[in-house]
T-cell receptor, first 112, second 114 residues
Framework: AQTVTQSQPEMSVQEAETVTLSCTYD???????LFWYKQPPSRQMILVIR??????QNATENRFSVNFQKAAKSFSLKISDSQLGDAAMYFC?????????FGKGTKLTVNP | NAGVTQTPKFQVLKTGQSMTLQCAQD?????MSWYRQDPGMGLRLIHY???????DQGEVPNGYNVSRSTTEDFPLRLLSAAPSQTSVYFC?????????????FGPGTRLLVL
């Protein structure tokens, strides 16, 4: 069964600085999709970025980018120029044919 | 598009009561699912549906029932509420069950069972 591990329960960053959130996963599949979701205090789950495993190029969405290391089964999220609005829970997820398998999340605090 | 909507936003139940959490989407998505989120945990799949008339169990299905009579709606029924079902419930949908499809989430329903 696929598992997703986020080893950092909490992280903090200064406004305008860069922070990296870690995620590792376990799978025997060769082609799959990975996602990062943001959950602010409103509890809404918001898609941040997604990565297709067969693409070697790391996905980027504005200030958000990933470092995808397929052999190491690692999928970290880098947030550049952090803003106060980035404060939230961040969940890494692996997409199976019928579900998203989530990690336990990392709480990100942004200090002014 | 309203996207994925859920009602109610918050509900308090007594142990043994039954209720239905409503979920609807207006994006003509085939795939719909229910997750629960407990403190310190990621979301866990309760039930899912790959199309009208087709449902199946996820990781934590006990105590919950679903049906899918239309493409738009996917209600979640609690048959006899227990305190262990206190949680935040999310409905999600995607165009199909294919792995590359992004799932879109509703705003969640917070349920408290006393």
């Amino acid at each position: 069964a696929q598992t997703v591990t986020q080893s950092q329960p909490e992280m903090s960053v200064q406004e305008a600085e860069t922070v990296t959130l870690s995620c590792t996963y376990d799978t025997s599949e060769s082609d799959y999709y990975l996602f990062w979701y943001k959950q602010p205090p409103s509890r809404q789950m918001i898609l941040v970025i997604r990565q297709e495993a067969y693409k070697q190029q790391n996905a980027t969405e504005n200030r958000f980018s990933v470092n995808f290391q397929k052999a190491a089964k690692s999928f970290s999220l880098k947030i550049s120029d952090s803003q106060l609005g980035d404060a939230a829970m961040y969940f890494c997820a692996y997409r199976t044919p019928v579900a998203l398998v989530f990690g336990k999340g990392t709480k990100l605090t942004v200090n002014p | 598009n309203a996207g994925v909507t859920q009602t109610p936003k918050f509900q308090v139940l007594k142990t043994g009561q039954s209720m239905t959490l409503q979920c609807a989407q207006d994006m003509n998505h085939e795939y719909m699912s229910w997750y629960r989120q407990d403190p310190g945990m990621g979301l866990r799949l309760i039930h899912y549906s790959v199309g009208a008339g087709i449902t199946d169990q996820g990781e934590v299905p006990n105590g919950y029932n679903v049906s899918r009579s239309t493409t738009e709606d996917f209600p979640l029924r609690l048959l006899s509420a227990a305190p262990s079902q206190t949680s935040v419930y999310f409905c999600a949908s995607s165009y199909s069950w294919q792995s590359q499809e992004t799932q879109y989430f509703g705003p969640g329903t917070r349920l408290l069972v006393l």
